[in-house]
C-alpha cells in the first residue's frame, strides 16, 4: 500500500510538473473553506475563464481549507510578496487599513443589490487604490454574506438575549464592537478553532452565514441560528500587486475580466447557497430563529459613534441606490 502511495504522488507531482511547464504563468491561491463550498466553485470557474482568456498561458492551482495559512497570514503574504494569490474578507483587511472597516459596520447594507452597488462602484474603486498603495491589486469584490448568530444556550430573537453569551468574533474593532455593544462577551478567534471551542464550550455561540454553519458542521455542536443579517461580509479577491505588475498587460486584462465574471458566479451561487442552508440547518435538528431586526438596528447605532471617522463614507454609502 505504501508503496501504491508513493507511485501515486510521483505521478501527481508529474502531472503538475508537466503542467506547470505548459503554462507561461503559474499561480497559488488559496481560501478558507472547504471543497464544496461556494468560495471553491467560484474559484474553479474563475481558473477556467483565466484558462479560456489567456489560451492556457496561465494555470492557477487552488488550495482550500487553509493549507497555504490562516486568511490574515495569506493577505499579509501577499502585500510582501511570498503569497500570490487569495479570496479573502473586508474584515482581516481592516487589520491593515482601517478604512475598509466601514464595510464592516452593523447594518449598513440594506440588501445585497446596495452591497454590490457600493463595492463594484466609485467607493469600492477608491478602497482598491488605497490597498494598491500597499502592495495588494483587489482584482474584484466577492461575496461572504449577510451573517447570522448561533449559540447553543437560548434562543436569541431580540438584543437583550445575547447578554453575556460569549460569541465568537473575527479579529476586527467593528465586530468586536458590534457584539459588545449588544452586551455579549465577543471573542476573537481564528476560524480553524471555532468548532472545538464551541464543541468544548468555551465559547457559546459565532456568527457567520448559514453556509459556514453547514461547511464547518456547526449544526453538530449548536443548538439555535437567528436570522439577524447583522453584518454583510465582502470577499475581495485579491493578489500582490507585484506579481499582477510583473504580467503583460494581456494578462492583467484576462484576470481582472475573469474575476468580474466569476464575482458574478459565484455572488448568485452565495446568494440560492444561503437559503438552501437555512432549510438544511432546519432539518439537521438546529431551531431557526426569526428576529426583530429593527430593534438590532437600533441596538448596534452607538456602534457608529465609536468611530466618527466613517462618517462622511457612511453618509456616501447609504446614499448609493443599486
Request: proline residues 4%; aromatic residues 10%.
Amino acid at each position: 500500500m505504501l508503496k501504491k502511495s508513493v507511485v501515486l504522488i510521483s505521478i501527481l507531482a508529474c502531472f503538475f510538473a508537466v503542467a506547470a511547464e505548459a503554462a507561461d504563468y503559474v499561480i497559488r491561491v488559496g481560501h478558507s473553506q472547504a471543497s464544496e463550498h461556494h468560495y471553491h466553485y467560484g474559484l474553479q470557474y474563475f481558473v477556467d475563464k483565466v484558462a479560456e482568456k489567456t489560451n492556457d498561458r496561465v494555470q492557477i492551482h487552488i488550495f482550500p481549507a487553509s493549507q497555504l495559512g490562516g486568511q490574515r497570514e495569506e493577505f499579509q503574504g501577499c502585500m510582501v510578496g511570498t503569497h500570490d494569490m487569495v479570496l479573502t474578507a473586508t474584515n482581516v483587511m481592516s487589520n491593515f487599513e482601517p478604512t475598509i472597516g466601514v464595510f464592516d459596520m452593523p447594518f449598513i447594507f440594506r440588501s445585497r443589490e446596495h452591497a454590490y452597488a457600493v463595492a463594484d462602484g466609485e467607493i469600492g474603486n477608491e478602497m482598491s487604490a488605497i490597498f494598491e498603495e500597499m502592495g495588494i491589486k483587489v482584482l474584484a469584490y466577492w461575496e461572504n454574506g449577510f451573517r447570522y448568530i448561533t449559540n447553543s444556550i437560548r434562543p436569541i430573537r431580540v438584543p437583550e438575549d445575547l447578554k453575556g453569551l460569549k460569541i465568537r468574533v473575527p479579529d476586527s474593532p467593528a465586530y468586536l464592537d458590534t457584539f459588545l455593544t449588544l452586551g455579549a462577551a465577543a471573542t476573537p478567534m481564528a476560524m480553524g478553532e471555532v468548532f472545538s471551542a464551541l464543541q468544548l464550550k468555551t465559547i457559546d455561540g459565532q456568527e457567520n452565514p448559514a453556509a459556514h454553519v453547514i461547511n464547518n458542521a456547526f449544526y453538530e455542536v449548536q443548538k439555535y441560528i437567528s436570522l439577524t443579517g447583522h453584518f454583510y461580509t465582502h470577499e475581495p479577491l485579491v493578489m500582490s500587486k507585484a506579481l499582477y505588475d510583473s504580467f503583460p498587460a494581456d494578462i492583467q486584462k484576462a484576470l481582472i475580466e475573469a474575476a468580474v465574471e466569476a464575482r458574478d458566479y459565484q455572488r448568485e451561487l452565495s446568494r440560492k447557497y444561503d437559503q438552501e442552508c437555512i432549510e438544511k440547518i432546519k432539518e439537521l435538528g438546529m431551531e431557526v430563529m426569526e428576529v426583530d431586526v429593527a430593534k438590532f438596528q437600533e441596538a448596534t447605532k452607538p456602534v457608529y459613534e465609536k468611530y466618527p471617522q466613517y462618517k462622511e463614507l457612511v453618509e456616501r454609502i447609504r446614499a448609493v441606490n443599486p
